[in-house]
T-cell receptor, first 115, second 115 residues
Framework: AQSVTQLGSHVSVSEGALVLLRCNYS??????LFWYVQYPNQGLQLLLK??????LVKGINGFEAEFKKSETSFHLTKPSAHMSDAAEYFCAVSLGSGNTGKLIFGQGTTLQVKP | GAGVSQSPSNKVTEKGKDVELRCDPISGHTALYWYRQSLGQGLEFLIYFQGNSAPDKSGLPSDRFSAERTGGSVSTLTIQRTQQEDSAVYLC?????????????FGPGTRLTVT
């Protein structure tokens, strides 16, 4: 069965500091992996996705994530945090073959950015 | 163009009543997904449609939950005899076609409160 674990339900960084949000996955087949962001009272927005092409994936708003098969990880990073990055972030996994697009989400990480 | 819309945005209902939640997908999107976001369970898949068919209903938590889609467009999620544990935000997403290669676009959600 597939699953996703996000380490840390809350992460706090100072403006301008590195953002690192952790995600580990469990999948019996090559996974497709996603990061979504949710701003208050809004739906989810896709930040980036890994679909077995390049292991380093660049997304919107300066975010990127690296797929590491040996570590079963897909951590999200941004070199310099902005106040506008404060939101909840979800890592998700979907089956690669015969897939329906159904997403399995992690529990989410709330990012706080301090001035 | 218009995104995914959901109505109502908020719904308060009494325990035991039936509720209907509506989702209008992006025009031309053939796949539609329902997810539920609750404090205890996080983000969970409920059901998805490809056209008017629902190949995967595995996430519906009980037989009190049902969903339909007509005309390959609007979908309605119905919860009968609501319980307090049904309180959550119900999110709808649509994509061009069902499958991991196609981005899911999320609506703002319907916040359901069962009193």
């Amino acid at each position: 069965a597939q699953s996703v674990t996000q380490l840390g339900s809350h992460v706090s960084v100072s403006e301008g500091a590195l953002v690192l949000l952790r995600c580990n996955y469990s999948s019996s087949v090559p996974p497709y992996l996603f990061w979504y962001v949710q701003y208050p009272n809004q739906g989810l927005q896709l930040l980036l996705k890994y679909t077995s092409a390049a292991t380093l994936v660049k997304g919107i708003n300066g975010f990127e994530a690296e797929f590491k098969k040996s570590e079963t990880s897909f951590h999200l990073t941004k070199p310099s945090a902005h106040m506008s990055d404060a939101a909840e972030y979800f890592c998700a996994v979907s089956l690669g073959s015969g897939n329906t697009g159904k997403l399995i989400f992690g529990q989410g990480t709330t990012l706080q950015v301090k001035p | 163009g218009a995104g995914v819309s959901q109505s109502p945005s908020n719904k308060v209902t009494e325990k035991g009543k039936d509720v209907e939640l509506r989702c209008d997908p992006i025009s031309g999107h053939t796949a539609l997904y329902w997810y539920r976001q609750s404090l205890g369970q996080g983000l969970e898949f409920l059901i998805y449609f490809q056209g008017n068919s629902a190949p995967d209903k595995s996430g519906l938590p009980s037989d009190r939950f049902s969903a339909e889609r007509t005309g390959g467009s609007v979908s309605t999620l119905t919860i009968q005899r609501t319980q307090q544990e049904d309180s959550a935000v119900y999110l709808c997403a649509s994509s061009l076609v069902a499958g991991v290669s196609y981005e899911q676009y999320f609506g703002p959600g319907t916040r359901l409160t069962v009193t």
